[in-house]
């Protein structure tokens, strides 16, 4: 099992930054891809970004150029550096982490970003 937090959100205006961070542990040893995904009032959670282990990134076309995913697989940390952020970006950000070979997959509980004048 694999347990996951995030941290770092909060309220922004908008142009502003954050840096988002997500800690894994527990059975770590075989994540393969890590993820941020968000979820909007009334609407279903979206894809923001992955990494593969490998570092391969993916981008929502509506955050490219302005988000940035990284990871540091020695820590079990993932990170997402978001920049330019508007008030579309406003939603409960989500850590996941797929695991290889059993293709589970964990979630973290969520840090809300919020981005309002």
């Known amino acids: 099992q694999v347990q996951l937090v995030e941290s770092g959100g909060g309220l922004v205006q908008p142009g502003g930054s954050l840096r988002l961070s997500c800690a894994a542990s527990?059975?770590?040893?075989?994540?393969?891809?890590m993820g941020w995904y968000r979820q909007a009032l009334k609407k279903q959670r979206e894809l923001v970004a992955t990494?593969?282990?490998?570092?391969?990134?993916n981008y929502a076309d509506s955050v490219k150029g302005r988000f940035t995913i990284s990871r540091d697989n020695a820590k079990n940390t993932m990170d997402l550096q978001m920049n330019n952020l508007r008030p579309e970006d406003t939603a409960v950000y989500y850590c996941?982490?797929?695991?290889?070979?059993?293709?589970?997959?964990?979630w973290g509980q969520g840090t809300q970003v919020t981005v309002s004048s």
């Open positions: 996941s982490t797929t695991m290889r070979f059993t293709n589970n997959v964990y």
């Open positions: 990494i593969t282990h490998s570092g391969s990134t």
């Open positions: 527990g059975s770590t040893f075989n994540i393969a891809t």
